[in-house]
């Protein structure tokens, strides 16, 4: 089903403005990294928990090209971490994601998740500069 999505969204994509030179969904899984991360994500929406964190660690090991990539590797390592109550390192995953792409955000519906939601919800509350009285 995420690959389906993927394909999707690259076809959606398509359908905007001519974007520069990319690279298409059947050869970026030919990248081991990148086809781990789709591996992991396939595990995961099966819940397949234990393979689908090893694939998210070996996708951020071989180095995946995009930062919102390793955002979202690190995104579901953080929910993964979180439901097996290993809080400390659901935080750290969290704090990884902002790390590797500044703009990453939950959906509403992530957010409202009672296990991570609270976490996530601490963390990105850090991550926004400290305003400063007047």
Known sequence: MVVQVAIAAAALVGCAAPEPASVSV???VQRPAEHALVAGLRDYENGAFEPAEHAFRD???LGLRDPRDS???YKYLA????AFNRLAECESDFRAAFAADP????TEAEIGHPIWGPVY???A???RPALKPD
């Open 26 to 28: 059947a050869q970026l």
């Open 59 to 61: 996708a951020l090991s």
């Open 71 to 73: 955002a979202v590797a």
């Open 79 to 82: 929910f993964i971490a979180c």
């Open 125 to 127: 509350a850090s991550q």
């Open 103 to 106: 703009n990453f955000r939950l």
């Open 121 to 123: 919800r601490r963390v």
